[in-house]
């Protein structure tokens, strides 16, 4: 007989929200608290002088990971959510003044690495073909399943181990299949997904490649918070109890039996909940540090980056930028060198801007453009003071701009700015890592935090700083595998 007692989803982001989701599928009693006042979590929405932002992720792949979930509501996605494809997936300009359209198009694509070197062309292909089987090889193992553990490592064909390519870095790779450094660029840049360095990651990773060149980019209409406006009105359709504006303050769990268990959280208000089992969407650092202070949880050797963003309202629009763009740094290594080893932000830095305008007019005035632009930054150290060197570094990033014909200060109506340490408050994720743990490191992957707590009985875990990993689709699976371990292991009354 199942327990009376409901299950509790700490954290209403999209991890949160997805394993809520298939709890109550599944008939389970359902408690979703939120401190903030909206759900979403990091995939949040800022609305100011008349434009709306996205301030969270911002590049959508692998939709069927989206379907799957509306599936096991018995639900259709294209009910709840318009998912528009776009092309070019991202635009991308280079300090040469190349300019390069990234498409699922072969063609296109063909057209524009041959104006680079023809042997590119070739080279291509054979790296989408290489980063399409790290997918079958990997993808069962290391994404869509249970938290990989070296057992698991068995259910892999023999003659496909030596395929994974976990001993070359991703730029090692990269530089096998093709010659020109601007796609080698490219073809990198996907470590930053995970919050990594292509000169550090595994080239593994490469299989992210696949997922946006072969897979495409979606954008959904209205702004990428609608997913998170879609899966609460799901959730809360199928009973999911969510509270917002309601901090847990500790997860509580009684010592008295053969193993720790969970008993249910305590608010901040002092009030308590029962429950025998608690999914935490926070980060699994934060989850120990804040709520479970007397189990302690060593942090992660190294953090993810993280990021620097600002929001701007640009009074001008620019009909040679896409919805996507990336405007490449003049030293890529130098880059993440800054990064990880110095642990300051890059002065000459790649940067980001997503106008989600380009798709959605009514996100900015008319005649103007809402730019969400984000610059990889080192996780909160002791090696670079944000809270003084803010204003410094915004002029900064809007002077690269400038230098690249874009100067938008004569321009600017709105602007709003986020640090590392801000987003560290705003979404309790540890020194403000958008991705929870380092994947600069060939052993990622296992090393990365389970969605179940291995110290304490009837604790789990969903969202990017666990199993599989961050971005939307990662988060959204891993409160899948969170809700069906829960649901596997629930207690008898």
Not at 171 to 178: C, M
Not at 225 to 253: D, F, M, S, W
Not at 442 to 465: D, K
């Amino acid at each position: 007989m199942r327990s009376p007692s409901p299950i509790i989803v700490l954290g209403g982001g999209i991890g949160g929200l997805s394993a809520a989701i298939r709890l109550a599928a599944a008939s389970r009693r359902v408690i979703l608290l939120e401190k903030n006042s909206q759900l979403g979590g990091k995939m949040g929405r800022f609305q100011a002088d008349g434009f709306t932002w996205d301030t969270g992720p911002s590049v959508i792949t692998m939709r069927q990971v989206l379907v799957d979930l509306f599936a096991a509501a018995n639900r259709r996605l294209d009910d709840y959510l318009t998912l528009r494809p776009l092309d070019p997936l991202t635009r991308y300009f280079y300090p040469d003044g190349l300019r390069l359209d990234a498409s699922q198009n072969l063609t296109q694509m063909a057209e524009q690495i041959a104006r680079l070197d023809e042997r590119d062309v070739e080279g291509y292909l054979t790296f989408l073909s290489y980063a399409a089987r790290l997918h079958r090889i990997t993808g069962p193992v290391f994404i869509y399943d249970q938290p990989p553990t070296w057992r698991s490592f068995w259910r892999v064909p023999f003659p496909d181990w030596f395929k994974v390519d976990g001993l070359r870095t991703m730029d090692q790779a990269i530089r096998h299949f093709v010659r020109s450094p601007h796609l080698r660029q490219l073809l990198g840049r996907f470590a930053t997904y995970v919050g990594a360095s292509p000169y550090l990651a595994p080239a593994t990773l490469n299989v992210i490649a696949h997922v946006e060149l072969t897979g495409g980019v979606w954008y959904p209409q209205g702004g990428v918070y609608q997913i998170a406006a879609a899966l609460t009105q799901l959730a809360q359709e199928l009973g999911v109890e969510i509270r917002t504006n309601c901090p847990a303050a500790e997860i509580l769990v009684t010592t008295t039996g053969k193993r720790p268990q969970v008993t249910g959280v305590r608010l901040a208000n002092e009030a308590q909940i029962a429950a025998r089992q608690v999914i935490s969407n926070l980060d699994v650092t934060t989850t120990y540090q804040q709520l479970l202070p007397t189990f302690p949880m060593r942090p992660p050797p190294e953090p993810s980056c993280s990021g620097f963003i600002m929001l701007l309202g640009v009074k001008q629009q620019y009909p040679d930028l896409a919805h996507h763009n990336i405007f490449f740094s003049q030293d890529y290594p130098a880059e993440f060198e800054a990064i990880f080893r110095q642990g300051v932000p890059p002065t000459d830095p790649t940067i980001y801007v997503a106008i989600t305008s380009k798709s959605d007019p009514e996100h900015a005035p008319p005649g103007s453009e809402n730019w969400f632009v984000l610059v990889n930054a080192p996780p909160i150290g002791p090696e670079f003071t944000w809270q003084k060197e803010k204003e410094a570094y915004r002029d900064l990033v809007l002077e690269r701009l400038a230098a690249w014909g874009y100067e938008l200060r004569p321009h600017l109506i709105s602007q709003h700015i986020f640090t590392p340490e801000d987003l560290a408050q705003m979404s309790g994720a540890w020194r403000g890592a958008l991705y929870g743990s380092s994947s600069n490191n060939r052993w990622a992957a296992f090393l990365r935090p389970p969605n179940r707590a291995g110290n304490i009985q009837g604790l789990y875990f969903a969202g990017g700083t666990t199993h599989p990993g961050g971005g939307v689709p990662m988060v959204t699976l891993s409160g899948r595998v969170a809700a069906e371990m829960a649901i596997r292991e629930e207690p008898l009354q």
